[in-house]
């Protein structure tokens, strides 16, 4: 079964600067997708970027970009410019071709003014 | 855009009751997923539908049972309620080409008392 690990519960950052969630994964399958979810105080879920397994080239979405390493499989997302809107529970998730989304547990961020 | 639609978003039950949570996924989707998060935990994967078959199962009891009609629309049916299942339900819908990131609904919070 695939298992998906944020080791950090809580991060924080000064309003502007950069901050990188970790997020590890562990699977026996080659052909996979990982996303990252924000989950502000609403509770709704927000995809953020997405990243497919097959893909060298590290996924960006404005100021949200992934440092996906396969091999050592190893997904962390970066913020960059951050804003106190971005303040919320961020999750990793992984899904396979035709299979159900892991959540990892989940990181708390605080964006600081 | 249109989202991802659930009913009631609200609902309170007392234990031993049943429920029916709806979702109406984003039009042109064709597979439908259930996730249940409690307090402070990730969001666990219930069940899937695709082309209204079950294509998925995760970790839904027994007492909980769900479909998806013709309209692809799906229900969840909660009996046997215990206080355990307060918790935000989610449903999620992805489109049947393209990076099948799933799309979640705002989610509907039961309560059991």
């Known amino acids: 079964a695939q298992t998906v690990t944020q080791s950090q519960p809580e991060m924080s950052v000064q309003e502007a600067e950069t901050v990188t969630l970790s997020c590890t994964y562990d699977?026996?399958?080659?052909?996979?997708?990982l996303f990252w979810y924000k989950q502000p105080p609403s509770r709704q879920m927000i995809l953020v970027i997405r990243?497919?397994?097959?893909?060298?080239q590290n996924a960006t979405e404005n100021r949200f970009s992934v440092n996906f390493q396969k091999a050592a499989k190893s997904f962390s997302l970066k913020i960059s410019d951050s804003q106190l809107g971005d303040a919320a529970m961020y999750f990793c998730?992984?899904?396979?071709?035709?299979?159900?989304?892991?959540f990892g547990a989940g990181t708390r961020l605080t964006v600081k003014p | 855009a249109a989202g991802v639609i659930q009913s009631p978003r609200h609902l309170i039950k007392e234990k031993r009751e049943t429920a029916t949570l709806k979702c109406y996924p984003i039009?042109?989707?064709?597979?439908v997923y259930w996730y249940q998060q409690g307090p402070g935990q990730d969001p666990q994967f219930l069940i899937s539908?695709?082309?209204?078959?079950?294509?998925d199962k995760g970790s839904i009891p027994d007492r909980f049972s769900a479909q998806q009609f013709s309209d692809y629309h799906s229900e969840l049916n909660m009996s046997s309620l215990e206080l355990g299942d307060s918790a935000l339900y989610f449903c999620?819908?992805?489109?049947?080409?393209?990076?099948?990131?799933?799309?979640f609904g705002p989610g509907t919070r039961l309560t059991v008392t």
């Open positions: 999620a819908s992805s489109a049947p080409t393209g990076l099948y990131e799933q799309y």
């Open positions: 699977t026996s399958e080659s052909d996979y997708y």
């Open positions: 990243q497919e397994a097959y893909k060298q």
């Open positions: 998730a992984y899904r396979t071709f035709n299979n159900d989304m892991r």
């Open positions: 039009p042109r989707h064709d597979t």
């Open positions: 539908f695709y082309e209204k078959m079950q294509s």
